[in-house]
Structures are given as C-alpha cells and as structure tokens.
Nanobody, 116 residues
Framework: QVQLVESGGGLVQPGGSLRLSCKASGIIFSIFAMGWYRQAPGKQRELVALITSDGSTKYADSVQGRFTISRDNAKNTVYLQMSSLRPEDTAIYSC??????????WGQGTQVTVSS
C-alpha cells in the first residue's frame, strides 16, 4: 500500500519560515520524481517545486529563491523549505510521487497559513 504523509504545516507570520516533510512508503522512492503542489481556496492546484530522481529541481516563478526542495532517499522523504513566506503562500500543500511506469500518488495535504 502506497502512502505519502505530509507534515510540518501550520500558522506562520509573514516573513517567517516553515519546513514541510513528506514521507513515502510502499514505493521505490529513489526512482520517483517528487513534487510539492498547493491549492488555495478558489484557485486551481499548482506545482510549487519538483525534484527528479537524479536531483534536478524546478520551481514555480512565485517561489523561486524563497523555497528549496530536497530529498533524502535513505529516509524516503522529500522536504520543502519555505522562507520569506507571504500571505499569498497560504494553501494546502500536497506532495506527489510520479514515474512513467506507475500511476501518480498523492498525500493528504497539510495546511500552511501565513498571517499576522
């Protein structure tokens, strides 16, 4: 059974930082591209950051330079370090595991709220 479990969300003031974690089980983690997506109320889900199996990264323009995605294959975990947070970063953040030979897998999401 495949599971992706996110943690680390919460309430933070503008300018603050949070680190999200997503621990995977039931998959060969190292071969999957891992992504962080977010969905704000009334908006479509968008890709925030992606890290491929070989460690290449990609970021949405809106988070470039503020967010960093990383992975630890030994721990089957992908991280999203978020800094200089803004109110517009408020959303439910979900992790995704993707590989051409398998269906996409999703976590349940974790709420991030940026507010003073």
């Amino acid at each position: 059974q495949v599971q992706l479990v996110e943690s680390g969300g919460g309430l933070v003031q503008p300018g603050g930082s949070l680190r999200l974690s997503c621990k995977a089980s039931g998959i060969i983690f190292s071969i999957f591209a891992m992504g962080w997506y977010r969905q704000a109320p009334g908006k479509q889900r968008e890709l925030v950051a992606l890290i491929t199996s070989d460690g290449s990264t990609k970021y949405a323009d809106s988070v470039q330079g503020r967010f960093t995605i990383s992975r630890d294959n030994a721990k089957n975990t992908v991280y999203l370090q978020m800094s200089s947070l803004r109110p517009e970063d408020t959303a439910i953040y979900s992790c995704n595991a993707a590989h051409t030979s398998y269906p996409n897998f999703w976590g349940q999401g974790t709420q991030v709220t940026v507010s003073s």
